[in-house]
């Protein structure tokens, strides 16, 4: 008997041989009279074995049979489920093996066979967090995650993503062999074409979201010079996409957390479906996002949302690519990475002036654009023209002959007889 059951009897017994009433042993033992009545009967029929709860030792009817309990043993540790979290690996269970278990469940037969968690919980850190912007697309937080997302089957890459702050949604996301505007291009025009032009973007300060000259002198600031952009920085502009720049990891949390979980949950995944290369986890991306929303996602508090659609005209190809400047020479040519192209248009007349200082635009595909006045003008690549040089003269050999005085030089009109002769 334990403590508590044996000082529930000693009570029990004193109501039994009279020494206090009913009322004064469920006093006692804070428990209704009549639940008194019942203990009285079970202890003058059974003695002290009456206390003890019937359930005691017998095995629950709604209890995991131990063959069930052995089998999530051997998948939990086998390498296809291995570094699964309790909550990843119950999920997994009903989905791949038909197992429906719980979270708890897991643990408790986790902790029954001794064995630790993939990670250890901490204490909970008192903060207070910012609070979620009330609209879908009023506020995207971008950032890469370089992780060894395919474990030793391959060597690891980027993960590029984008997470809307009212939603908790992953709105775009795309794996690159490393970190690159590229694929901050990509991710935007993958979030553009399905929800449309969200309100602000959040960063960190890595120099593809800014410039490195971005300082301006008072000087600079006075005479009104706009601000230097980087590449990603001038396509937000053109979008009307207001650009926060982070100054710690702390301040876009949202998307901090959401690599932490990915990389909890996506290795595992990618495994368990067999992807051995970054192609490969391409392909089955949208089938994790989508799972992944379906999970994690929340309703925001205002249904309507904050994301635009593209204006008429606007191309994201011409808007998310890589800008240079050159000068239009004769011919509608310019020089651009040791080759030569030539403006590819049915029109006539010349277009642009020549002189004329453009905007060269080159596309994800790798297509050349120049930007004048608002319009793209494809470019295709032409040969340089040949100019005919004048043929060059010939040098005189560099050899100097010996200088012959001619016969009517003073030197040769010097008579020989008044020439001294040494004795």
């Known amino acids: 008997m334990t403590r ?19 009322g004064e042993a469920a006093e006692l033992l804070g428990i209704s009279i009549r639940q008194v009545y019942r203990l009285k009967k079970r202890v003058l029929e059974e003695g002290e074995m009456g206390i003890i709860h019937k359930n005691r030792g017998r095995k629950p009817a709604h209890a995991i049979p131990d063959e069930m309990r052995k089998i999530i043993l051997e998948l939990y540790t086998s390498d296809r489920y291995r570094d699964c979290n309790d909550h990843h690996f119950a999920e997994l269970l009903a989905k791949h093996e038909g197992i429906e278990v719980s979270p708890s469940t897991v643990r408790r037969i986790r902790c029954d066979a001794q064995m630790k968690p993939k990670r250890k919980r901490r204490t909970p850190k008192a903060h207070r967090p910012r609070e979620r912007k009330p609209q879908a697309g009023m506020l995207v937080q971008m950032d890469a995650s370089p ?8 060597e690891p890459f980027s993960l590029h993503a984008a997470i809307d702050d009212a939603t908790g949604k992953i709105v775009a996301a795309t794996f690159r062999s490393q970190e690159d505007a590229a694929g901050y291009f990509m991710i935007t025009q993958q ?13 960190d300060r890595h120099t593809i979201f800014r410039s490195p000259n971005e300082k301006q002198t008072i000087e600079q600031e006075l005479a009104g010079e706009p601000m230097p952009l980087s590449q990603f920085g001038q396509a937000l502009k053109e979008l009307g996409i207001t650009h926060i720049k982070a100054t710690t990891p702390q301040t876009k949390g949202r998307i901090e957390r959401l690599f932490q979980t990915l990389q909890d949950r996506w290795v595992v995944e990618l495994r368990i479906r067999g992807v051995n290369t970054l192609e490969g986890a391409n392909k089955i991306l949208p089938e994790l996002i989508e799972d992944h929303n379906q999970k994690f996602a929340v309703e925001p508090q205002e249904p309507e949302s904050a ?40 029109e006539q007349k010349q277009a642009i002036p020549v002189k004329t200082r453009v905007e060269v635009r080159k596309t994800l595909d790798g297509k050349l654009f120049i930007w004048y006045n608002g319009k793209g003008y494809p470019l295709r690549e032409t040969t340089k023209p040949q100019h005919q040089t004048a043929p060059k003269k010939e040098k005189a050999s560099s050899e100097k002959k010996p200088h012959k005085p001619a016969a009517n030089h003073p030197w040769r009109q010097f008579p020989k007889s008044r020439i001294p002769r040494r004795a």
């Open 4 to 22: 508590v059951e044996l000082h529930r009897y000693k009570v029990i017994r004193q109501h039994v041989e009279g020494f206090i009433t009913g």
């Open 147 to 154: 992780h060894h997302w395919l474990e030793d089957r391959a």
């Open 191 to 203: 979030m553009i074409e399905k929800h449309g032009i969200p309100m602000g973007i959040y960063s």
């Open 307 to 346: 994301f635009v659609p593209l204006q008429p005209g606007q191309s994201l190809d011409l808007i998310l690519c890589f800008r240079d400047r050159r000068t239009l020479g004769p011919g509608e040519t310019i020089s651009y990475q040791g080759k030569t192209y030539k403006i590819h248009t049915t």
